[in-house]
Protein backbone atom coordinates (compact mmCIF):
# COMPACT_ATOMS: atom_id res chain seq x y z
CA UNK A 1 0.00 0.00 0.00
CA UNK A 2 1.29 3.46 -0.80
CA UNK A 3 1.78 5.65 2.30
CA UNK A 4 0.33 8.89 2.19
CA UNK A 5 1.41 11.35 4.29
CA UNK A 6 -0.23 13.67 6.44
CA UNK A 7 -1.97 16.57 4.56
CA UNK A 8 -1.56 19.81 6.69
CA UNK A 9 -3.02 23.04 6.30
CA UNK A 10 -1.37 26.10 8.52
CA UNK A 11 -2.86 29.71 8.90
CA UNK A 12 -1.44 32.26 10.29
CA UNK A 13 -1.23 36.22 11.07
CA UNK A 14 2.40 37.19 11.31
CA UNK A 15 5.88 36.20 10.92
CA UNK A 16 5.57 32.47 10.49
CA UNK A 17 8.36 31.91 12.68
CA UNK A 18 6.65 28.62 14.08
CA UNK A 19 5.15 28.07 9.77
CA UNK A 20 9.35 27.79 9.02
CA UNK A 21 9.89 25.18 11.99
CA UNK A 22 6.90 23.18 10.59
CA UNK A 23 7.84 23.31 7.03
CA UNK A 24 11.67 22.46 7.93
CA UNK A 25 10.94 19.73 10.00
CA UNK A 26 8.41 18.22 7.29
CA UNK A 27 11.71 17.08 5.13
CA UNK A 28 11.68 14.09 7.60
CA UNK A 29 8.55 14.15 9.40
CA UNK A 30 5.20 12.47 8.13
CA UNK A 31 3.31 15.25 7.08
CA UNK A 32 3.66 17.39 4.04
CA UNK A 33 1.88 21.14 4.04
CA UNK A 34 -0.44 21.28 1.80
CA UNK A 35 -1.46 25.66 2.01
CA UNK A 36 -0.91 28.54 4.02
CA UNK A 37 -3.55 30.87 4.48
CA UNK A 38 -3.64 34.29 6.33
CA UNK A 39 -6.04 36.86 7.58
CA UNK A 40 -3.20 39.57 6.42
CA UNK A 41 -1.48 40.46 3.57
CA UNK A 42 2.27 41.38 3.22
CA UNK A 43 3.14 38.96 6.24
CA UNK A 44 6.33 37.63 6.24
CA UNK A 45 4.99 33.98 6.81
CA UNK A 46 3.57 34.09 3.34
CA UNK A 47 7.06 34.99 2.37
CA UNK A 48 8.40 31.29 3.71
CA UNK A 49 5.70 29.78 2.14
CA UNK A 50 6.44 30.67 -0.78
CA UNK A 51 9.88 30.55 -0.22
CA UNK A 52 9.24 26.73 0.16
CA UNK A 53 7.02 26.20 -3.10
CA UNK A 54 3.66 26.23 -0.48
CA UNK A 55 0.55 27.43 -2.09
CA UNK A 56 -0.86 30.60 -0.26
CA UNK A 57 -3.90 32.87 -0.25
CA UNK A 58 -5.20 35.35 2.09
CA UNK A 59 -8.98 36.17 3.47
CA UNK A 60 -8.69 39.22 4.89
CA UNK A 61 -10.91 39.52 8.17
CA UNK A 62 -12.04 43.23 7.70
CA UNK A 63 -13.55 42.19 4.44
CA UNK A 64 -16.36 40.78 6.54
CA UNK A 65 -19.09 42.41 8.91
CA UNK A 66 -19.00 39.13 11.23
CA UNK A 67 -16.72 36.43 12.52
CA UNK A 68 -19.21 33.85 11.34
CA UNK A 69 -19.38 34.96 8.13
CA UNK A 70 -15.54 34.74 7.88
CA UNK A 71 -15.26 31.58 9.40
CA UNK A 72 -17.45 30.66 7.06
CA UNK A 73 -15.67 31.93 4.12
CA UNK A 74 -12.20 30.54 5.57
CA UNK A 75 -13.74 27.01 5.50
CA UNK A 76 -14.18 26.95 1.79
CA UNK A 77 -10.78 27.83 1.50
CA UNK A 78 -9.29 25.24 3.59
CA UNK A 79 -11.95 22.32 2.67
CA UNK A 80 -10.75 21.68 -0.94
CA UNK A 81 -7.04 20.71 0.80
CA UNK A 82 -8.92 18.23 2.27
CA UNK A 83 -6.44 18.60 5.23
CA UNK A 84 -6.02 15.74 7.58
CA UNK A 85 -4.75 18.49 10.18
CA UNK A 86 -5.05 22.27 10.43
CA UNK A 87 -2.21 24.11 12.44
CA UNK A 88 -2.85 27.55 13.83
CA UNK A 89 1.13 28.98 13.95
CA UNK A 90 -0.08 32.53 15.30
CA UNK A 91 -3.26 32.78 13.84
CA UNK A 92 -4.64 36.15 15.36
CA UNK A 93 -8.16 35.59 15.36
CA UNK A 94 -10.82 33.74 17.46
CA UNK A 95 -12.68 31.62 15.74
CA UNK A 96 -16.46 30.25 15.94
CA UNK A 97 -18.07 27.23 17.26
CA UNK A 98 -19.22 25.84 13.91
CA UNK A 99 -15.81 26.23 12.61
CA UNK A 100 -13.39 24.60 15.67
CA UNK A 101 -16.60 21.69 15.74
CA UNK A 102 -16.16 20.99 11.58
CA UNK A 103 -12.51 20.41 12.32
CA UNK A 104 -13.16 19.16 16.00
CA UNK A 105 -9.97 16.90 16.95
CA UNK A 106 -7.76 18.00 14.21
CA UNK A 107 -6.72 21.24 14.68
CA UNK A 108 -3.86 22.41 17.13
CA UNK A 109 -2.44 25.74 18.49
CA UNK A 110 0.67 26.46 20.07
CA UNK A 111 0.18 29.13 23.31
CA UNK A 112 3.18 30.64 24.96
CA UNK A 113 2.73 30.11 28.74
CA UNK A 114 2.54 26.69 30.40
CA UNK A 115 -1.63 25.91 29.71
CA UNK A 116 -3.80 25.58 32.08
CA UNK A 117 -1.63 28.66 33.19
CA UNK A 118 -1.92 32.10 31.65
CA UNK A 119 -4.31 31.83 28.90
CA UNK A 120 -5.13 34.65 26.95
CA UNK A 121 -2.48 37.69 25.68
CA UNK A 122 0.60 38.98 27.37
CA UNK A 123 1.35 35.74 29.36
CA UNK A 124 5.20 36.72 29.61
CA UNK A 125 4.90 39.53 32.04
CA UNK A 126 2.17 37.89 33.21
CA UNK A 127 4.56 34.75 34.47
CA UNK A 128 6.86 37.44 35.73
CA UNK A 129 4.29 39.51 37.57
CA UNK A 130 3.33 36.68 39.48
CA UNK A 131 6.69 35.43 40.48
CA UNK A 132 6.79 32.05 38.73
CA UNK A 133 9.48 30.08 38.27
CA UNK A 134 8.91 28.41 35.36
CA UNK A 135 7.19 29.48 32.01
CA UNK A 136 7.22 27.94 28.54
CA UNK A 137 4.78 26.95 26.18
CA UNK A 138 1.83 24.34 25.04
CA UNK A 139 0.12 23.02 22.25
CA UNK A 140 -3.09 21.51 22.46
CA UNK A 141 -5.92 20.43 20.49
CA UNK A 142 -8.46 23.50 19.51
CA UNK A 143 -11.70 23.28 21.35
CA UNK A 144 -14.39 26.13 22.06
CA UNK A 145 -13.04 27.33 24.92
CA UNK A 146 -9.89 29.87 24.46
CA UNK A 147 -6.67 28.31 24.98
CA UNK A 148 -8.84 25.78 26.83
CA UNK A 149 -8.63 22.42 25.02
CA UNK A 150 -6.63 19.38 25.92
CA UNK A 151 -2.67 19.83 26.27
CA UNK A 152 -0.34 17.51 24.54
CA UNK A 153 2.88 18.39 25.39
CA UNK A 154 4.54 21.53 26.97
CA UNK A 155 7.95 22.63 26.97
CA UNK A 156 9.64 24.93 30.16
CA UNK A 157 12.58 26.91 30.30
CA UNK A 158 13.69 28.81 33.73
CA UNK A 159 12.49 32.42 34.46
CA UNK A 160 15.34 34.80 35.20
CA UNK A 161 15.69 37.24 37.90
CA UNK A 162 16.95 39.77 34.99
CA UNK A 163 14.09 38.44 32.43
CA UNK A 164 12.32 41.04 31.01
CA UNK A 165 9.18 40.04 28.87
CA UNK A 166 10.92 40.65 25.39
CA UNK A 167 13.75 38.44 26.42
CA UNK A 168 11.46 35.82 27.82
CA UNK A 169 9.63 35.77 24.90
CA UNK A 170 12.78 35.25 22.46
CA UNK A 171 13.92 32.02 24.33
CA UNK A 172 10.61 30.20 24.62
CA UNK A 173 10.17 30.64 20.44
CA UNK A 174 13.16 28.54 20.26
CA UNK A 175 11.33 26.07 22.14
CA UNK A 176 8.30 26.56 20.61
CA UNK A 177 10.20 26.12 16.65
CA UNK A 178 11.12 22.18 18.41
CA UNK A 179 8.25 21.67 20.37
CA UNK A 180 5.44 22.35 17.77
CA UNK A 181 6.71 20.29 14.63
CA UNK A 182 7.24 17.32 17.01
CA UNK A 183 3.50 17.58 17.80
CA UNK A 184 2.35 17.99 14.63
CA UNK A 185 4.55 14.84 13.69
CA UNK A 186 2.97 13.31 16.56
CA UNK A 187 -0.77 13.09 14.79
CA UNK A 188 0.66 12.64 11.63
CA UNK A 189 2.23 9.42 13.07
CA UNK A 190 -1.17 8.04 14.15
CA UNK A 191 -0.44 8.29 17.44
CA UNK A 192 -2.28 10.99 18.93
CA UNK A 193 -5.81 11.55 19.18
CA UNK A 194 -8.41 13.80 20.78
CA UNK A 195 -11.36 11.46 22.03
CA UNK A 196 -14.13 12.87 24.70
CA UNK A 197 -12.17 15.93 24.84
CA UNK A 198 -8.95 14.22 26.20
CA UNK A 199 -5.80 14.05 24.20
CA UNK A 200 -4.74 10.70 23.67
CA UNK A 201 -1.06 9.16 22.77
CA UNK A 202 -0.24 5.73 22.09
CA UNK A 203 -3.94 5.09 23.48
CA UNK A 204 -3.19 6.81 26.56
CA UNK A 205 -4.80 9.38 28.04
CA UNK A 206 -2.75 12.22 28.84
CA UNK A 207 -1.92 14.25 31.89
CA UNK A 208 -3.93 18.10 31.78
CA UNK A 209 -0.59 19.49 30.96
CA UNK A 210 0.84 16.76 28.70
CA UNK A 211 3.78 15.27 27.66
CA UNK A 212 6.74 17.23 29.30
CA UNK A 213 9.10 17.85 26.20
CA UNK A 214 11.58 18.83 27.84
CA UNK A 215 12.49 16.07 29.78
CA UNK A 216 12.68 14.07 26.49
CA UNK A 217 15.39 16.52 25.05
CA UNK A 218 17.52 16.67 27.93
Do not use: W
Not at 47 to 63: F, P, V, W
Not at 148 to 177: F, Q
Amino acid sequence: MEFKPCKVVVLISGNGSNLQAIVDASCTSNYVVEAVISNKADVFGLQRAESANIKTQILDHRNFSSRVEFDLALRKLIDPYQPDLLVLAGFMRILSADFVQHYAGRTLNIHPSLLPKFPGINTHQRAIDAGESKHGASVHFVSEELDGGPVIAHAKIDILATDSANELRARIALKEHQLYPFVVDLFASGRLEMLNNKAILDSEILSSTGIDFSELTK
